[in-house]
């Protein structure tokens, strides 16, 4: 059974840091892109940031490029996003995702295959 399963959550102030972290089991996603998409009450799951395999590419949402940093530790099969100066339109339910692509990145949803269940993440003003 393959499974996502993200950490790292919480609540947290405007300008605070949280370190998200996904982990999979089941099966290796080493050569495959992996993405981070959130999901806001009453708004579409929308994308946040993905990596190519290698680590080599990645590609972020306007909306978090310069605050956010995803990367993975393919021996571990885990991958982070590291998020700085958070805002409250930050808030939602934070989602790893991996997909079939093998090359490049992607910030379509539907190119992603295998979704974990999500960790809340809410920021205060």
């Known amino acids: 059974q393959v499974q996502l399963v993200e950490s790292g959550g919480g609540l947290v102030q405007a300008g605070d840091s949280l370190r998200l972290s996904c982990s999979a089991s089941?099966?290796?996603?080493?050569?495959?892109?992996m993405g981070w998409f959130r999901q806001a009450p009453g708004k579409e799951r929308e994308f946040v940031a993905t990596?190519?395999?290698?680590?080599?590419?990645?590609y972020y949402a306007d909306s978090v490029k310069g605050r956010f940093t995803i990367s993975r530790d393919n021996a571990k099969n885990t991958v982070s996003l590291q998020m700085n100066s958070l805002e409250p339109e930050d808030t939602a339910v934070y989602y790893c995702?991996?997909?079939?692509?093998?090359?490049?990145?992607?910030?379509?949803?539907?190119?992603?295959?295998?979704w974990g269940q999500g960790t809340q993440v809410t920021v205060s003003s």
């Open positions: 995702a991996a997909s079939r692509i093998k090359a490049g990145t992607t910030s379509e949803v539907a190119e992603y295959h295998y």
């Open positions: 089941g099966r290796t996603f080493t050569s495959n892109t």
């Open positions: 990596i190519s395999w290698s680590g080599g590419r990645t």
